[in-house]
């Protein structure tokens, strides 16, 4: 679909009433730049947010091409798989453990290497200092990243719910936070 079409239906909604703002997920840096672009040559609406896949795990997409032209742009970030599919919440951590979820089990098999324990005892060892859950941690160091609006987490409890939502009055360091971004490197 033409970028400047779906701008142009959006813009009709917007002026419908029927949405506020508009917002692209999975976008690449490249796709992103055009539909800006687009925006401004038009004097059609544009992209105020971004959702994409970003968390401690998953990091090289967003940060080399993504986040550089969102700040850049002032755009919101709200991300998606936070947790990685629950690997930070610290729930996996053998082969074994991925028969706790068949749903979720199988997605973050992936995960179970050198560098995904490297991650896992890096937020141990800051949550331990807090009295606080991995992923309290990792939402924590999603929270602090310049650009991220809000991470997106699920939640399958209001137990996890309120677990979650302890994050935003989670405050790491900065030396916490560069030993978080050092393990997941």
């Known amino acids: 679909m033409p970028l400047e079409e779906t701008l142009d239906a959006f813009s009709r909604l917007i002026e419908e009433g029927k949405v506020r703002v508009i917002g692209a997920?999975?976008?690449?840096?490249?796709?992103?730049a055009e539909a800006l672009k687009v925006s401004?040559?038009?004097?059609?609406?544009?992209?105020?947010?971004?959702?994409?896949?970003?968390?401690?795990?998953?990091?090289?997409?967003?940060?080399?091409?993504?986040e550089p032209l969102?700040?850049?742009e002032n755009l919101g970030v709200i991300n998606y798989y936070s947790l990685a599919s629950g690997f930070l919440s610290g729930k996996y951590r053998s082969e074994n453990d991925l028969a706790k979820s068949s749903a979720r089990g199988g997605a973050v098999k992936k995960y179970l290497n050198?560098?995904?324990?490297?991650?896992?005892t890096a937020l141990d060892d800051v949550a331990s200092?807090?009295?606080?859950?991995?992923?309290?941690?990792?939402?924590?160091?999603?929270?602090?990243?310049?650009?991220?609006?809000?991470?997106?987490?699920?939640?399958?409890?209001?137990?996890?719910?309120h677990e979650l939502v302890g994050a935003a009055k989670l405050e790491l360091s900065s030396d916490e936070i560069a030993q978080l971004t050092a393990a997941s490197d």
């Open 40 to 66: 401004r040559e038009n004097n059609l609406p544009r992209y105020e947010t971004l959702q994409p896949d970003y968390n401690l795990i998953d990091r090289a997409d967003y940060e080399k091409e993504l």
């Open 129 to 161: 200092s807090h009295h606080a859950k991995p992923a309290q941690v990792a939402l924590a160091w999603l929270m602090a990243r310049p650009g991220i609006t809000a991470p997106i987490a699920s939640a399958t409890s209001v137990e996890q719910l």
């Open 114 to 120: 050198p560098r995904g324990m490297k991650i896992l």
């Open 70 to 72: 969102i700040r850049k």
């Open 25 to 32: 997920s999975n976008y690449s840096a490249d796709r992103l």
